[in-house]
């Protein structure tokens, strides 16, 4: 009986799956080919993230399990080695497709544009941007989604003025059944409404959240796939700090988002949002705009003071290659606003009209998507029959 060839070999190899990137290593490029010698003795090279790499061992049992069992194969020796910087960026952005390939059914509507508002760091405003766009957006008849994504960090609530508990109601599985889904709590605004998530409503304001990195993101798991999301216009998420785990999972479960990057004048601020716009990219996520928060304070005597410095949006937007959607005003009643649960975005100082500006700039990058004549009704129909079945 001959040894197998090198095709024979490669077709074994994609059984050899890495359990951390739920792919196999031909896929992910990490097996780099493999000698036969004439009495059956095959050597396969493997290249590996870092060379201490936890599951070495592991994955060379597997290879030897898969090749060993090719006709005239006699025996197996794995050697690896360790991939260069440019292969461990190529090996992710694989990685990061074939996930978003298998991103998990959901309950929010096909046509729902979902942006998810990042800054990479904390003290920048994010959240009072991310409460006031959505409310300038729903105060134009459009129905807006808000799910706080800062789990351990939860502000949401109270600055939109919003108790209560999250409650779970039976609703329709798309002809599978009934099951539970988490209701979203809704507030009224102008001609339109709000259905906002959050932690908030299920922890006490002053409790605080000690989660691992796993549990913060399955919690956002819920409010994605198991909550009763009306027919929306927009999900608004807003994003916790930097660009770890919860980042990560939104977008396996969520690939076609769209972020928005807040950011404040100051230098520091816009490299930091630099790498949350670096991991939109490399997450194969459309950037939409830049947004600069405290971009600046008039005072009483109209004197203008550019408290943080300047230029810091405008730099962001220009480095990424996208707009600087609006330049948002330092302000007391913005502060005061999220304090007290009435947004800033409701009354009629230069903040709320800037803010009124913003919302009409999301409006024209990422525009409302009407499907009221189009056959993708169905495919709403279709998505919400298949999400249903997730739960047999």
């Given at each position: 009986m001959g040894a197998p060839d090198e095709a024979g070999i490669r077709e074994a190899m994609r059984g050899v799956v890495d359990p951390e990137l739920g792919a196999d290593v031909v896929e992910l490029g990490m097996y780099q080919g493999a000698e036969v010698s004439?009495?059956?003795q095959v050597t396969v090279r493997l290249a590996l993230t870092t060379a201490a790499c936890p599951l070495r061992s592991q994955l060379q049992r597997d290879v030897e399990a898969r090749v060993g069992t090719l006709p005239g194969v006699s025996g197996v020796t794995v050697s690896t080695g360790e991939?260069?910087?440019?292969?461990?960026?190529?090996?992710?952005?694989?990685?990061?497709?074939?996930?978003?390939?298998k991103a998990p059914a959901t309950t929010i509507p096909a046509?729902?544009?979902v942006l998810a508002v990042s800054s990479g760091k904390g003290g920048v405003g994010k959240s009072s941007i991310t409460v006031n766009l959505a409310v300038a957006l729903a105060s134009r008849g459009l129905r807006v989604g808000l799910l706080d994504a800062d789990i351990a960090g939860f502000s949401i609530p109270r600055m939109l003025g919003?108790?209560?508990?999250?409650?779970?109601?039976?609703?329709?599985?798309?002809?599978?059944?009934?099951?539970?889904s988490l209701v979203p709590v809704t507030r009224p605004v102008g001609a339109g409404?709000?259905?906002?998530?959050?932690m908030g409503f299920l922890s006490g304001e002053d409790e605080a959240i000690m989660w691992r990195g796993l549990m913060l993101n399955r919690a956002v798991q819920h409010f994605v796939e198991d909550a009763s999301w009306g027919d929306l216009d927009y999900l608004l998420v807003d994003m916790p700090p930097g660009t770890g785990d919860i980042q990560m999972g939104l977008a396996r479960m969520l690939p076609r988002a769209e972020m928005l990057i807040v950011t404040t004048p100051a230098l520091a601020a816009q490299k930091v949002a630099a790498r949350a716009a670096d991991m939109a990219r490399r997450g194969h996520l459309r950037v939409a705009g830049v947004i600069e928060n405290m971009s600046g304070f008039t005072c009483e005597h109209g004197c203008h003071h550019e408290l943080f410095g300047s230029g810091g949006g405008q730099r962001l937007a220009d480095e990424v290659g996208v707009a600087l959607l609006g330049r948002i005003p330092i302000e007391p009643e913005v502060s005061s606003g999220g304090d007290t649960g009435t947004p800033a975005a409701l009354g009629s100082s230069p903040a709320a009209r800037e803010l009124a500006r913003l919302a009409e700039a999301v409006l024209s990058v990422a525009p409302v998507v009407e499907m009221r004549d189009c056959s993708a009704r169905l495919l709403d129909a279709l998505g919400a029959g298949a999400a249903g079945r997730r739960f047999e």
């Open positions: 004439p009495d059956g991939m260069s910087a440019g292969q461990r960026r190529e090996l992710m952005d694989r990685a990061r497709a074939a996930a978003q390939d046509r729902t544009r919003i108790q209560g508990r999250i409650e779970a109601a039976r609703t329709s599985g798309g002809g599978s059944g009934e099951r539970l409404h709000l259905e906002v998530l959050s």
